[in-house]
């Protein structure tokens, strides 16, 4: 009890002097707010990497916390834009959620950095490398998009080589099924973008190792994508062993099936309701599922600590 009581009050002089400091309120509320967007997705990815699931009650909390923040800087502009920009997030995943294309979770997690974070939080520049604060104050001026989408294709792309090494380790001890014409096609695309760099005056190494990774990382998804489906996503499971949020692989079954029944692909209490209906009526007990598939929360996390260290992505390539 007393560890805990000890970590309470550590914790809370960190906040009060984050808050209460001699630096001013604007930086202390940017601290306050990468501490907290960087705590609450740290949770994220704890709970996605364990259980595939991210708590809801952790992103309300984390959603709620932006808005107040918001709301406390009595700033309109501000607060339109925070709020007009995590609606759009907001959307536009759950779209993506309903397609079976990104988790609940991380539609809510991403709305819930955007509303901590809408801008780059300028004043960490102090804390970090002279050649990283150069980049970052850089490009906080010169930027013209959200921040969130630094951090999303930071993610993206750490999350694509890291599920190229993922599933290359699952392939281990099969007989690969390459698709050639896929293969050759990233591998013209890597070419032309490697002349285009040397046009615009050459490639550094950063930059030359970043395609090397990037590329290789989607030729080897590319050339292996159609067995890595057929063998180790999607499993043919039942109904018990259904989750909820589950994607089902359509494809897969009759589309007279599908039709009939107004199958989606997201598995909610209703469209498992709607499998079990199948399965008394046309003695189905097997359905496909996409169960084995990359778990997004760390490379969120990975994406969110890369942004604030480095900012730009992108940005970094261009001034390396």
């Not at 001026?141 to 930071?154: D, E, G, Q, V």
């Not at 007990?285 to 730009?312: E, M, N, Q, T």
Request: hydrophobic share 55%; aromatic share 16%; net charge positive.
């Amino acid at each position: 009890m007393l560890f805990f009581n000890n970590c309470y009050i550590i914790l809370f002089k960190s906040l009060k002097s984050i808050i209460y400091s001699d630096h001013g309120v604007g930086m202390n509320l940017e601290l306050l707010r990468v501490v907290l967007a960087v705590g609450f997705t740290a949770v994220a990815a704890w709970q996605d990497w364990k259980t595939s699931f991210i708590d809801d009650r952790m992103t309300a909390a984390m959603i709620g916390a932006g808005i107040v923040l918001n709301l406390l800087t009595l700033d309109l502009n501000f607060i339109v834009y925070s709020l007009g920009i995590a609606g759009i997030i907001f959307g536009i995943g759950y779209f993506l959620y309903r397609t079976g294309q990104l988790g609940g979770g991380d539609v809510l997690l991403f709305t819930g950095i955007q509303l901590l974070l809408p801008y780059y939080p300028l004043q960490i520049a102090a804390y970090l490398p002279t050649f990283f604060a150069q980049v970052v104050s850089a490009y906080a001026a010169l930027s013209f998009y959200p921040f969130f989408l630094s951090i999303l294709l930071a993610s993206s792309f750490l999350g694509l080589a890291g599920t190229a090494i993922w599933y290359t380790i699952k392939l281990q001890g099969r007989k690969l099924k390459p698709d050639f014409l896929a293969a050759g096609l990233m591998v013209f695309l890597a070419a032309v973008v490697l002349f285009l760099l040397n046009s615009f005056g050459g490639s550094s190494v950063f930059q030359i190792s970043f395609i090397v990774v990037v590329f290789g990382s989607a030729v080897f998804l590319f050339t292996f994508k159609k067995q890595i489906t057929e063998e180790i996503i999607i499993k043919r499971v039942s109904l018990p062993e259904i989750e909820e949020e589950d994607v089902i692989a359509l494809e897969k079954l009759p589309p007279k099936l599908v039709e009939e029944y107004g199958l989606e692909r997201v598995l909610t209490k209703k469209e498992v309701e709607k499998l079990k209906k199948i399965e008394k009526a046309k003695k189905v007990h097997l359905f496909p599922v996409y169960k084995v598939l990359p778990r997004f929360g760390p490379y969120i996390l990975a994406g969110l600590v890369f942004s604030l260290l480095f900012g730009d992505l992108f940005f970094l390539l261009l001034y390396s």
